[in-house]
Nanobody
């Protein structure tokens, strides 16, 4: 059974940093991508960033470019999202997900974590 467990969320001041982790288990992930999405209250879930387990390919939403970095540790089966220069509008629940597509709508990812709250205070 595939399990994705996020951690690392919390409250941070604007301009600060957080690193989210997503520990994955239950399948061989080498052929899959791991993505980060976020969902703010009253808004749709949106793509943030993704990486293939091979590490060769990454993808970022425009708002994430230059501030967020996605990385993976194959030995730990863990994917990270380093978020710098955080803004109040980054406040959301952040989810990791796995699927065959590097980037796509939420429906293209077949397993999801439970989410971790990120709150950026102004």
């Amino acid at each position: 059974q595939v399990q994705l467990v996020e951690s690392g969320g919390g409250l941070v001041q604007a301009g600060g940093s957080l690193r989210l982790s997503c520990a994955a288990s239950g399948r061989t992930f080498s052929s899959y991508a791991m993505a980060w999405f976020r969902q703010a209250p009253g808004k749709e879930r949106e793509f943030v960033a993704a990486i293939r387990w091979s590490g060769i390919s990454t993808s970022y939403a425009d708002f994430a470019k230059g501030r967020f970095t996605v990385a993976r540790d194959n030995a730990k089966n863990t994917v990270y999202l380093q978020m710098n220069s955080l803004k109040p509008e980054d406040t959301a629940v952040y989810y990791c997900a796995t699927g065959t597509a590097l980037r796509g709508p939420p429906g293209q990812y077949d397993y999801w974590g439970q989410g971790t709250q990120v709150t950026v205070a102004s």
